[in-house]
């Protein structure tokens, strides 16, 4: 119940396109994150979820907590070549401890 | 208002030394956690201060030690270096009250060697 399968692994698009990316679970949880991290730093929160069905934008993200409150997606549209990185979910356990797990992240490819 | 810092930003020891770790949260932060980033693990909880104790621990052995300070900063050392400790360590500050968000400093890049 602790692991986060997050997919793809990896992915090469060409500027422009939208993105899709997703996270599943065994558990239910109340919380997911959405990570960004660009070489040598650390990850940087694009999109926090905090209720099941929640839609949330960021600009071109939007990310959605699944109602099962066991998966969530991230969808980056119309992308640009500064949205090369790996993306991570993440999730806290119930009870509000500060651990968070995190998914073995997709990395971004974007070709201009 | 700064982000977190983390020093040093890269470190090169051997293995058997000790090395300390150092994280000063944002401003107002009291709770401060420290994660290990590697290629096949992904990134691992290590263990979270608030308020001067620590409040969780992750599953890596004693030679993983933490402490914060009344200012909230916080270190973190690990004795006799092992190869596969080669990694960078990440610390997160937050709020602390449960569904505040974490905010990563860029991180310290250790080489065992």
């Known amino acids: 119940g602790q692991q986060l399968n997050q997919s793809p692994q990896s992915m090469f698009i060409q500027e422009g396109e939208d993105v899709s990316m997703n996270c599943t679970s065994s558990s239910i949880f109340n919380t997911w994150l959405w990570y960004k991290q660009d070489p040598g730093e650390g990850p940087v929160l694009l999109i926090a979820l905090y209720k099941a069905g929640e839609l949330t934008s960021n600009g071109r993200l939007t990310a959605q907590f699944g109602i099962t409150r066991k998966d969530s997606f991230l969808n980056i549209s119309a992308s640009i070549p500064s949205d090369v990185g790996i993306y991570f979910c993440a999730r806290r356990p119930q009870g509000g401890s500060e651990k968070l797990v995190f998914g073995k992240g997709t990395k971004l490819t974007v070709n201009p | 208002k700064a982000g977190v810092t983390q020093t040093p930003r890269y470190l090169i020891k051997t293995r058997g030394q000790q090395v300390t770790l150092s994280c000063s949260p944002i401003s107002g932060h009291r709770s401060v956690s420290w994660y290990q980033q590697t290629p096949g693990q992904g990134l691992q909880f290590l263990f979270e201060y608030f308020s001067e104790t620590q409040r969780n621990k992750g599953n890596f052995p004693g030679r993983f030690s933490g402490r914060q300070f009344s200012n909230s900063r916080s270190e973190m050392n690990v004795s006799t270096l092992e190869l596969g400790d080669s990694a960078l360590y990440l610390c997160?500050?937050?709020?602390?009250?449960?569904?505040?968000?974490?905010?990563f400093g860029p991180g310290t890049r250790l080489t065992v060697l």
């Open positions: 997160a500050s937050s709020g602390g009250r449960g569904l505040s968000e974490q905010f």
